[in-house]
């Protein structure tokens, strides 16, 4: 136990070390470690407890002081259930992310980001002769509590390929994943219920495994990231994998951010790190997503890859024809509202109060008409906590059809005005989903699709509606037909602020009053050289929304 958390510490702080002792240039280290030993020496927790004991370990470095933190926990369990579905030890990591545990403040200071690893699948070492790369993988769920919704769930790919130990078996040996595919032991969440989140949410370099000539399947060293070692003295370096490793990585990104960007919220550093993930070629192994193909091919990706890798300079800066806006807000989801029934009796009931419209002044839209058909990506990150509802892992709804889950306290979505629509259009349609949720029809298969069918989203409307407290959808095409999609909603969906009662005085009493932070993330990229970057920080520079504070990240 103590070499892992020391190894684990290693790529957290300095990432995989090979690069770094080969550098000549001077490392300047721009974040602190902290270290809280959650299992026991000798035993084990009790399983119901496991939410408890987490929230103790997150609490313990917090009496030392309030800095920003990246939370990350690489220990998992098998979920009683393998569906997807809320655990009491997820739900926990929710509140703790949430600010709403045991002992967190009422304001918006408790908010925590985390990091969870998708936990490891061991079945190539243990038993090689049953393991079929990828198809294993992809029958192996993610376990919890990674499959909790306001946490980043991190999975392992690996570029590791070449293998440089001398001994024979080595030598015959070959690697199991190609550069850039999924690790082999990395679990997906092909096996879920579809109205459960997509996750993994990222991935991460998690090493690699190599088959012998004689069928058995071994880990070597020149397949690991390289880190450090608890026996320092003696052998400084070792060598970690698995999901392990590559939730220590992407700690260390979270905790890179939070030194670029001191005053982003933990929702908008979430939405930063997955917004900067990217699908690679092998991942994709010839899908367009963005053609007209079913997007069940799409909806299978994200559960085994997530939204890709993150590309660390990306996440950090923007170049001349790369441009990320950051924008934060708060809204009032619902509201007690009066309305009259078919006999003209005046009632009241839980609605809609709030819904944004983000008119986005900084849109490069004449720039874009002027790059004509040149194509152009418009990616969108939608991340915010959801509360999980209290005493239960979850409370069944009322859902005329479905009987759905009523785990979030709010859903949040967002929609892009369509290529040529009518602003008033765009707001009719966004007026009638709205109304058909509060009455009730929250069926995926009945709400209109305010965004439209253009198929040139990877996801679509009905697609990023899955569950979770974080959306994400790329679109690519023309930049002439980007130009003129320069509004962007974000509407809430209703969860059991709006559905449950609580008795006064009761720290809940009133919930659907409760107000929701969110972050919108707004990515637009070209490989054309067009000097997007230049253009939107003019334009910020000449007039900012006042109701939203905005970031561009550059040079």
């Known amino acids: ?182 690790s082999p032991t990395s679990r997906t969440s092909r096996d879920w219920e579809r109205k459960w989140p997509y996750k993994p949410d990222i991935v991460m ?118 441009t990320t806006i950051i924008t934060q807000n708060i809204l009032q989801p619902f509201h007690l509202a009066e309305k009259f029934d078919i006999n003209g009796k005046k009632t009241k009931s839980i609605a809609t109060r709030d819904w944004h419209v983000h008119e986005l002044p900084w849109w490069p839209r004449d720039l874009l008409l002027n790059a004509g058909e040149t194509q152009v990506s418009f990616r969108v990150t939608l991340s915010y906590f959801i509360e999980p509802n209290p005493g239960s892992r979850a409370v069944p709804g009322a859902h005329p059809t479905q009987n759905r889950y009523r785990y979030a306290s709010c859903g949040l979505r967002f929609e892009v005005k369509p290529t040529y629509e009518e602003d008033t259009v765009f707001r009719a349609k966004l007026n009638a989903a709205i109304q058909l949720d509060d009455e009730g029809e929250d069926d995926e298969d009945e709400i209109s699709d305010a965004s439209g069918t253009d198929n040139r989203w990877a996801l679509g409307t009905r697609g990023r509606r899955i569950g979770g407290s974080l959306h994400q959808d790329v679109w690519r095409g023309s930049a002439a037909d980007l130009a003129t999609m320069d509004r962007i909603a974000v509407i809430p969906v209703k969860g059991w602020w709006a559905t449950r009662k609580f008795p006064p005085g009761h720290e809940r009493h009133d919930c659907h009053n409760r107000p929701i932070r969110y972050a919108l993330v707004m990515s637009i990229e070209t490989e054309a050289d067009v000097p997007i970057y230049n253009f939107i920080e003019t334009s910020l520079s000449a007039a900012v929304d006042n109701r939203i504070d905005v970031v561009v990240s550059g040079t």
Not at 11 to 26: I, K, N, W
Not at 80 to 86: E, I, K, V, Y
Not at 136 to 158: D, F, K, M, R, Y
Not at 213 to 231: F, G, K, Q, V, W
Request: with cysteine; glycine share 6%.
């Open 1 to 182: 136990m103590q070499a892992h958390g020391t190894r684990m510490a290693g790529l957290a702080a300095y990432g995989p070390l090979v690069s770094l002792l080969e550098s000549t240039l001077v490392h300047r280290q721009q974040h602190n470690l902290e270290s809280v030993k959650l299992l026991k020496n000798s035993g084990s927790h009790d399983p119901e407890l496991y939410g408890a004991v987490t929230a103790q370990a997150v609490a313990y470095p917090e009496t030392e002081s309030q800095r920003a933190r990246a939370f990350c926990m690489a220990i998992t369990a098998e979920p009683p259930h393998s569906t997807g579905g809320p655990t009491s030890w997820s739900a926990a990591v929710d509140e703790l992310c949430a600010g709403a545990a045991e002992g967190d403040s009422e304001d918006a200071s408790g908010k925590r980001l985390m990091f969870l690893a998708a936990g490891n699948f061991d079945q190539a070492l243990e038993a090689p002769e049953d393991f079929v790369y990828p198809d294993s993988l992809h029958n192996a769920p993610v376990q919890e509590p990674a499959q909790a919704w306001n946490a980043i769930s991190v999975g392992a790919i690996t570029h590791y390929e070449h293998i440089n130990e001398s001994d024979d078996e080595a030598r015959t040996s070959q690697p199991i994943a190609a550069p850039g595919t999924l």
């Open 205 to 322: 370099e998690g090493g690699n495994l190599a088959r012998t000539a004689t069928n058995d399947i071994i880990a070597l060293d020149s397949l690991r990231p390289l880190t450090t070692n608890e026996n320092w003295r003696h052998q400084p370096f070792r060598t970690l994998a698995d999901t392990s490793a590559a939730t220590a990585l992407a700690a260390r990104l979270g905790a890179m951010l939070i030194n670029q960007y001191p005053n982003l919220w933990p929702e908008s550093i979430r939405g930063l790190v997955v917004h900067s993930a990217r699908w690679n070629p092998r991942m994709l192994a010839g899908l367009d997503p963005h053609a007209r193909i079913p997007k069940d091919r799409v909806r299978e990706l994200l559960r085994v890859y997530g939204w890709g890798e993150p590309d660390i300079p990306r996440a950090l800066l923007s170049a001349r024809n790369k």
